[in-house]
């Protein structure tokens, strides 16, 4: 079956601090991946996308994404944490949009 | 540039009362249209979406139906709501492969 996992419900950075949050996806192809960003009470915002070719992907305000066949992984990845980076981040999973997954979530806070 | 309008942005609704949230999208046209539900601490499902006037897939049943009268509205609407149907709604467009949101609208049903 088709999913997604974001391991982690909740994670607390300090600003400046690095930042990873987990991706883990089962899917039959080489799917398209997606990572959002929802600040409160707001719609989804998108980071980024990997669709093929270079599997380190560069994305808005920072933040960055390696997509890894062998782990079935799509971490996000930003190297110091500001302040308004705090949000909940969803990570996506499809081939086709109008059947997009999305996991959970993971809601990031960040203290100063 | 695109944009996505999504109103009204909050709505408190009684139970067994009806409910009607619309969605235009501009600058593009024959879009595909989506309808997202967002339970508290729950990821995104997806309730509705539509490839073109008056077509109209549904993902779950449920107690709310999706309309799109035009190329680029897309109305989602309840008959009589239910307390499970409180949520946080998000309509959807998208071009090949990528999928944009809308701000989103809160329903409280009580």
């Known amino acids: 079956a088709q999913s997604v996992t974001q391991p982690d419900i909740h994670i607390t950075v300090s600003e400046g601090a690095s930042l990873e949050l987990r991706c883990n996806y089962s899917?039959?192809?080489?799917?398209?991946l997606f990572w959002y960003v929802q600040s409160p009470g707001q719609g989804l915002q998108l980071l980024l996308k990997y669709f093929s070719g270079d599997t380190l992907v560069q994305g808005i305000k920072g933040f960055e994404a390696e997509f890894k066949r062998s782990q079935s992984s799509f971490n996000l990845r930003k190297p110091s944490v500001h302040w308004s980076d705090a949000a909940e981040y969803f990570c996506a999973v499809g081939h086709n949009t109008d059947k997009l997954i999305f996991g959970t979530g993971t809601r990031l806070q960040v203290f100063p | 540039s695109q944009t996505i309008h999504q109103w009204p942005a909050t709505l408190v609704q009684p139970v067994g009362s009806p409910l009607s949230l619309e969605c235009t999208v501009e600058g593009t046209s024959n879009p595909n249209l989506y309808w997202y539900r967002q339970a508290a601490g729950r990821g995104l499902q997806l309730l509705f979406y539509s490839v073109g006037i008056g077509q109209i897939s549904s993902e779950v049943p449920q107690n709310l139906s999706a309309s799109r009268p035009q190329d680029r509205q897309f109305i989602l609407s309840s008959k009589k709501l239910l307390l499970s149907d409180s949520g946080f709604y998000l309509c959807a467009w998208s071009v090949p492969n990528t999928i944009y949101f809308g701000e989103g609208s809160w329903l409280t049903v009580v």
């Open positions: 899917y039959g192809a080489t799917p398209y």
